[in-house]
């Protein structure tokens, strides 16, 4: 499966993408919020023939061009992508309020802060959260 990461430090999304690849999956990494953006409108017109829907999408909050709650927007806003599981990542402290608004408003599933923890910690997180988010969209889909 296909997990969507931008970040802008490349180390970090070198480490990121490798981590990503141990635990079996396939990154693909972009070094900012407008690049994955693109990725989601081109998306969304069927230009990508080959392209799947990700399983995830791992962003840096704080990138230069679109900041990772704006593309969590956008992809909320799409019909084929709106249920993928959404985590951002931030070396920055977050007030109580601006964690919130991400999430209420945004879409946001999940806020990581770095330095990221553990390996197997955030391996953990994020296949929790990828099952919580299915789970939840297969609930929504029997209701409907």
């Known amino acids: 499966m296909i997990w969507l990461v931008a970040e802008d430090e490349f180390d970090i999304r070198m480490l990121v993408t490798t981590m990503i690849q141990v635990w079996g999956h396939a990154p693909l990494a972009f070094e900012n919020g407008q690049k994955i953006w693109d990725w989601v409108e081109q998306y969304e017109s069927g230009s990508l023939t080959d392209a799947h829907p990700p399983e995830i999408v791992l962003m840096d909050i704080r990138m230069p061009g679109k900041k990772g ?26 007030s109580d309020g601006e964690r919130r608004e991400m999430m209420d408003q945004d879409g946001v599933d999940l806020i990581i802060s770095k ?3 553990d390996f197997e910690v955030l391996r953990k997180m994020l296949h929790d959260l990828i099952e919580q988010k299915q789970s939840s969209a297969k609930t929504g889909a029997s209701e409907a």
């Open 69 to 94: 709650n704006e593309v969590a927007r956008r992809i909320r806003a799409s019909e084929t992508l709106k249920n993928t599981p959404i985590a951002l990542m931030t070396a920055f402290a977050l």
């Open 115 to 117: 330095p990221l923890p």
